[in-house]
């Protein structure tokens, strides 16, 4: 039997062939693991800050609701001035709608505050307004031995929630109107995390103030300015101005503030940098600084007006 050949003789790959091959194979597979580790990377990123995102907004959220509250109160009484014109009174009476320290309050829980004048660098701010089941979540639980009873239209609460006492069941406690005294600042957490806290201290009948506690993670720090009013036209921002100027005037310059502007400078929840990343960021007084700790970091403003403080 004859054997069949094949015209073209069968040929293999040289060495050379074969290296190159490899290198483009490496080539290819080293950018396609590149291109995943970026990718990895950036949407460690991405949810990094879109977290800080949703956590400025609800710090801010409530901080501004609360600062468009600062100063409402409900009328208590016509009287007559020395011009022989009705005047009307307020439940607040003399009550500041706000009071701040650049360097935070003493003590937050104290009946009168007072200002850190050494320790402490991030300010804190006490918003007053009067408490009612319309502009606050209202509570019908009902525990006599904390001073709280139950009427049907329940009763209103502080910034964590807590229901503001009334007398019926014990006298030393708070009677309506409620002027609530909400105090907000930022420390840092039992669990090592920097959180914006709340405190409410309630005035009435009596006095009670209620326990620290955090409202928000990863809120770094807090700037304040406050924007006090032309004495020619009340309705109208002069100029912004820290808590310390303020104080520096008296207590009564308080009553010009017509608005505020809060920065939070908020922190990522997880160290994503790494080493090749800028670690530069802008704080709250647009100041470069650099992150030491992998951790993101980023500063929000908002600028809210004191309704009481506006035109009808």
Request: with cysteine; net charge neutral.
């Amino acid at each position: 039997m004859k054997r069949l050949q094949s015209r073209h003789r069968v040929q293999g790959l040289s060495l050379i062939e074969v290296l190159i091959s490899m290198a483009i194979g490496l080539v290819v597979i080293g950018a396609v693991i590149v291109s995943y580790l970026g990718s990895g990377r950036a949407g460690r990123y991405q949810s990094a800050y879109s977290q800080m995102d949703q956590d400025a907004q609800i710090g801010l959220n409530v901080l501004s609701r609360e600062l468009q509250l600062a100063g409402y109160s409900q009328p208590s009484s016509l009287t007559l001035n020395a011009a022989a014109q009705l005047v009307m009174n307020y439940n607040i009476g003399a009550a500041t709608p706000v009071f701040g320290c650049d360097k935070g309050f003493t003590d937050p829980k104290a009946a009168t505050l007072a200002c850190n004048t050494g320790a402490g660098t991030i300010p804190a701010i006490e918003v007053v307004y009067e408490a009612d089941v319309k502009n606050t979540v209202p509570s019908f639980t009902s525990a006599p031995s904390d001073c709280s009873v139950t009427p049907a239209a329940g009763v209103p609460t502080d910034c964590l929630g807590n229901r503001l006492n009334t007398p019926a069941e014990n006298p030393a406690c708070v009677a309506a109107p409620y002027m609530v005294r909400n105090r907000y600042f930022v420390q840092t957490g039992p669990s090592g995390r920097p959180e914006l806290y709340c405190v409410g201290a309630v005035s009435g009948g009596g006095a009670t103030t209620n326990t620290v506690q955090p409202l928000l993670e990863n809120v770094e720090g807090m700037k304040l300015w406050f924007g006090v009013q032309v004495a020619a036209n009340p309705r109208q921002v002069v100029r912004y101005v820290t808590a310390t100027d303020i104080n520096g005037v008296g207590a009564t310059e308080w009553n010009n503030v017509i608005s505020v502007r809060v920065c939070l400078l908020m922190r990522s929840a997880d160290a994503v940098l790494s080493a090749e990343d800028t670690r530069t960021y802008l704080d709250c007084d647009s100041a470069t600084k650099t992150s030491s700790d992998n951790y993101l970091r980023r500063a929000y403003f908002m600028t809210t007006a004191l309704r009481s403080k506006m035109a009808f």
